[in-house]
T-cell receptor
Framework: GAVVSQHPSWVICKSGTSVKIECRSL??????MFWYRQFPKQSLMLMAT?????????EQGVEKDKFLINHASLTLSTLTVTSAHPEDSSFYIC??????????????FGPGTRLTVL | DQQVKQNSPSLSVQEGRISILNCDYT??????FLWYKKYPAEGPTFLIS?????DKNEDGRFTVFLNKSAKHLSLHIVPSQPGDSAVYFC??????????????FGKGTRLHILP
């Protein structure tokens, strides 16, 4: 099956620093990648949708200057949490929608990145 | 406003019995529904889906039922096995008509399979 990786799997950083999370589709090309965050016992909340070569579309309430998304190629998207604060601590998950897919909204999820901001 | 609702945060079922997970939705534009399974510290994995043109889809031990008039769907797992213990997310999207990129998730139901 299609594999999506995320790096790092977990990260601890000091308040005020920036953290970059990578999302890669390993065996397929992805036209669109999605970034989600999940708080404990909560749903996966979509943060933004990124299409290769264009600006990301952010969901209402998500600060685009704080969560910088770059989708430089059909296999890589990055999420940078700038000037991280403790309230940014969360589980961040990406998903990738294949260029060739069975259904329109077929997505494959990465394993997630646990971010803890001290 | 939650467009996809899973009102049971957790469910415990004896091994070998049937597990029934429920989901309600409010957006009538949704026409494609998915169930994902998630283990702790892992990303969700796709389990089964159903299009709004159907009312039932079966894949091995997993069956999803859709009641469009009630805006309700359910996932049946039979027989339940220990490895089924996980969080199950119901999700919905608009594949046709008002096509949208997004998958909207419910809050999940934690299923415990008891030995």
């Amino acid at each position: 099956g299609a594999v999506v990786s995320q790096h790092p799997s977990w990260v601890i950083c000091k308040s005020g620093t920036s953290v970059k999370i990578e999302c890669r589709s390993l065996d397929f090309q992805a036209t669109t990648m999605f970034w989600y965050r999940q708080f404990p016992k909560q749903s996966l909340m979509l943060m933004a949708t990124s299409n290769e070569g264009s600006k990301a579309t952010y969901e209402q309430g998500v600060e685009k200057d704080k969560f910088l998304i770059n989708h430089a190629s059909l296999t890589l998207s990055t999420l940078t949490v700038t000037s991280a604060h403790p309230e940014d601590s969360s589980f961040y998950i990406c998903s990738a929608r294949p260029l060739l897919r069975v259904t329109y909204n077929e997505q494959f999820f990465g394993p997630g990145t646990r971010l803890t901001v001290l | 406003d939650q467009q996809v609702k899973q009102n049971s945060p957790s469910l415990s079922v004896q091994e070998g019995r049937i597990s029934i997970l429920n989901c309600d939705y409010t957006n009538s534009m949704f026409d494609y529904f998915l169930w994902y399974k998630k283990y702790p510290a892992e990303g969700p994995t796709f389990l089964i889906s159903i299009s709004s043109i159907k009312d039932k889809n079966e894949d091995g031990r997993f069956t999803v039922f859709l009641n469009k008039s009630a805006k309700h769907l359910s996932l049946h797992i039979v027989p339940s096995q220990p490895g089924d213990s996980a969080v199950y997310f119901c999700a919905a999207s608009a594949e046709l008509g008002n096509r949208d990129d997004k998958i909207i998730f419910g809050k999940g139901t934690r299923l415990h399979i008891l030995p």
